[in-house]
């Protein structure tokens, strides 16, 4: 019988990477995991997670969810979400702009930031 699913890999170029036992999307994304780390030794950060869930409503309607490659707590228990980018898409733009306009807007505590 013949097989008429064949795994191509990401269809962008981006290879997984495996960092500390858990497979990332990228090798930058492993890369600036381990800088996290780094930093939460050298007492520059308090913490991050990866793959944070966000909600994204418009007048209280869910629009879809958009998962941040990072969130980071700061020593002063500041909130930075952070996007690790080698490859800008349509897609992402258009969840980036949600993203702001929605969840950064009502929290400007948070602060938003792309890594390229």
Not at 25 to 46: C, F, T
Not at 60 to 85: A, M, P, Q, R, W
Request: hydrophobic fraction near 35%; charged fraction near 30%; charge should be positive.
């Amino acid at each position: 019988m013949a097989n008429y699913f064949q795994r191509r890999g990401n269809k962008y170029g981006a290879k997984s990477c495996v960092y500390n036992g858990i497979i990332y999307h990228s090798k930058k994304e492993a890369g600036y995991a381990q800088e996290l780390d780094l930093r939460i030794k050298a007492g520059e950060i308090k913490s991050w997670r990866r793959q944070v869930k966000q909600d994204l409503c418009v007048n209280g309607h869910h629009i879809t969810n958009y998962f941040v490659d990072f969130e980071i707590t700061h020593n002063d228990d500041s909130i930075e979400l952070i996007e690790v980018k080698g490859f800008e898409t349509m897609e992402w733009k258009m969840k980036r702009d949600l993203l702001v306009a929605t969840v950064i807007h009502d929290h400007p505590e948070i602060k938003y930031s792309v890594v390229k």
